[in-house]
């Protein structure tokens, strides 16, 4: 199967002529052409789009229903044609009523039809002098009689059954009142709301709308399409803009521009199977469907499998963000930045408070996960008030420390205004090496640990004389690979970059530059000198990242580099998060990865470090289960007592298998 959960959307805004719906019909068939062209399984019109929205009181003309209508005919026999289902809108009589509906089309049939429920009829909306309210009449009319066959009508959900995937509609209003139509139909199992809406113009409006569309997917766990009426509706009273989103879980994938004077379609990719799993992850949306909604409540309609993406035919139209962890926008990576140092520290802070602890201890090695805990603790006694005298910041050199690191390590103690302390490692080593009859040129495993695991006997003793807490430096990217030792660096009191993945370190540490260090909210008593710390800080990012285990190379530089053993962290922190947090599948994270990553690395590159990601993840986690304690700073963690709880011994073959 080559099947990856994904279907693509399409948003249209047709060119239209009011009040004629011949021009509009041909319009509609052009686009949802195109579309299908483009790879749209699902393809959604305005409300009232085949006679246009603002007709007034047109509609009441016997002419103009009866060319709208065969309107419908002509485009639900074009959908023969079509691989993707078609959502148009359109008004029909029922019952001595007009109602506002939508009919969703596929393979020459209308399958079944939405009425409006809630009509908008203040301001400048005067729906209810031509259509009727669609709650009512659902509730007895289950279908209609309609080009000489009976089609499903009301309260609907279209299921596609070989794609698991189910899909529902709500109209305009219908998302703008407190409880919306499209809550009950995702928690009956909806998981793409489609909404043909006729939305005007006015300052600000199109903001709101983008909110409510947003939140609508992410507390409904949804994807949501919306399609508006566009610059072709009559102006005598209102201008509309055209405005299309796709959202999903919260966040909006595309947008179209306003006011654009052709036609215009936007395309969205939507991950049903991360909806699936955001679902079945979060319990509660269960209790809330049980709680809330009456499994009997809407009829289901059998629709033929929606074409979804597949990775042999088709290309993303969807960007994923190569670091994911980051927000795109430098305004929000300032404000997440800022909140996550908040986080660390107070977290740190109640710690050092409720175990009594005089003195925090900390090993700083130069590199970029000591930087930022030992910033994190200067924060933390700032906070409380406490001398930073007391932040025992502890060098410890060995067989791999290079003269760059030590001096950065050396520069940012002093300037925060530490206990310094520098304790050599190597002679403790060699008698260890001596004690256990490990050969000193041998640089295997045993060589490595021996000095982490020294490094964190000499922190945890300290600790113990001084009365204080050690504060681990691991990132979440290296808790995920489980690189670190076992006992070593992998232990400590409260490990304060316990979620912080790598590629996100660099940011916090840049926002402390940025917004401590410098710039209009510099603290001037942050450190002794703090364009001196500031400069040090960027050294320590610029170099290359290493536990510093083995010796350096014939010119004092670092040899052991961390992403040559494991892979480039930017991948891992990738995979990391679509796997966790999206639960996505082997197959189709790599498809993922390699669109993302096209421009940067190959296949085979990608595939050959997401197989150690995945053999590390699963052969680490009894590394995870003892971790020490640590905050939470975004939504993925993989603390033991928490978001993740996984089996030491769980078998990694079937995972491995899909990708080899």
Request: glycine fraction near 8%; charged fraction near 25%; aromatic fraction near 10%.
């Amino acid at each position: 199967m080559n099947k990856i959960g994904l279907v693509r959307a399409a948003a249209v805004t047709p060119v239209l002529k009011v009040a004629n719906p011949d021009f509009n019909t041909e319009e509609i068939i052009r686009c949802a052409k195109e579309a299908d062209k483009n790879g749209a399984g699902i393809i959604l019109f305005p409300e009232l789009c085949i006679s246009g929205y603002t007709c007034g009181d047109l509609f009441y003309q016997e002419f103009l229903y009866s060319k709208s209508m065969a309107g419908l005919k002509k485009i639900a026999d074009a959908t023969k044609k079509l691989s993707a289902v078609v959502v148009v809108g359109f008004y029909m009589r029922l019952e001595n009523n007009l109602f506002n509906c939508a009919a969703l089309l596929q393979d020459g049939k209308i399958k079944g039809i939405v009425p409006k429920m809630f009509l908008p009829n203040y301001k400048e909306f005067y729906e209810a002098r031509w259509f009727a309210s669609g709650n009512r009449i659902s509730e007895g009319v289950e279908s209609v009689r309609l080009f000489g066959s009976d089609i499903p009508f009301g309260n609907l959900m279209f299921v596609d059954e070989e794609n698991d995937l189910k899909l529902g509609i709500e109209v305009c209003e219908d998302l703008w009142v407190p409880i919306t139509p499209g809550s009950f139909l995702a928690l009956n199992g909806a998981h793409i709301l489609l909404n043909p809406s006729a939305s005007n113009e006015t300052v600000a409006k199109s903001d709101y709308r983008r909110n409510l569309v947003s939140m609508d997917s992410a507390k409904n766990i949804c994807g949501y399409v919306y399609a508006s009426s566009g610059v072709h509706e009559s102006t005598t009273d209102l201008v509309f803009g055209g405005h299309n989103l796709i959202a999903e879980n919260g966040g909006i994938l595309t947008e179209s521009a306003l006011f654009e004077r052709s036609s215009s379609i936007i395309y969205g990719d939507l991950d049903y199977e991360r909806i699936k799993f955001e679902r079945t992850y979060g319990q509660n949306f269960e209790e809330s469907a049980s709680a809330y909604s009456s499994r009997s409540a809407f009829s289901e309609v059998s629709l033929s499998p929606v074409r979804t993406l597949n990775i042999e035919k088709d290309e993303l139209k969807r960007e994923y963000p190569k670091s994911p962890f980051i927000p795109s926008d430098p305004a929000t990576v300032d404000q997440r930045c800022k909140e996550i140092f908040s986080i660390q520290a107070a977290g740190l802070a109640k710690r050092l408070e409720h175990t009594r602890s005089r003195k925090a201890v900390v090993g700083i090695s130069g590199g970029l996960d000591s930087t930022l805990a030992l910033l994190v603790c200067a924060e933390t006694f700032r906070l409380i008030g406490k001398d930073p005298k007391d932040i025992i910041a502890v060098t410890m050199p060995g067989f791999g420390t290079t003269g760059k690191t030590y001096n950065n390590a050396q520069t940012i103690m002093k300037l925060l205004g530490t206990d310094v302390r520098e304790i050599s490692i190597r002679d403790a080593v060699l008698q260890h090496f001596g004690d256990i009859g490990h050969d000193p040129a041998c640089h295997n495993v045993t060589y490595e640990n021996s000095q982490a695991r020294e490094r964190t006997q000499i922190l945890m003793d300290i600790a113990n004389m001084e009365g204080g807490l050690v504060v681990g430096t691991g990132d979440l990217s290296e808790v995920a690979l489980g690189w670190s030792t076992y006992n070593g660096d992998h232990m400590s009191m409260y490990g304060v970059n316990a979620s912080v993945p790598k590629t996100l370190v660099r940011f916090v540490i840049k926002w402390v530059m940025d917004h401590r260090l410098s710039g209009p909210a510099e603290e001037k008593e942050f450190s002794l000198d703090n364009a001196l710390l500031r400069s040090t800080l960027q050294d320590i990012m610029d170099t290359p990242i290493s536990p510093e285990l083995l010796p350096p190379d014939e010119t004092g530089e670092i040899a052991q580099k961390t992403e040559d053993t494991v892979g480039p962290y930017i991948l891992h922190d990738f995979f990391m998060f679509y796997t966790i947090r999206y639960g996505m599948s082997p197959k189709k994270l790599l498809y993922i990865a390699k669109t993302t990553f096209a421009d940067e690395y190959s296949e085979e590159f990608i595939k050959k470090w997401l197989l150690v990601f995945y053999r590390r993840f699963f052969s680490q986690q009894f590394k995870r289960s003892c971790i020490p304690d640590g905050p939470k700073v975004g939504s993925v963690s993989l603390s033991p007592r928490g978001d993740w709880r996984m089996p030491s011994d769980a078998d990694p073959s079937v995972w491995l298998a899909e990708l080899e």
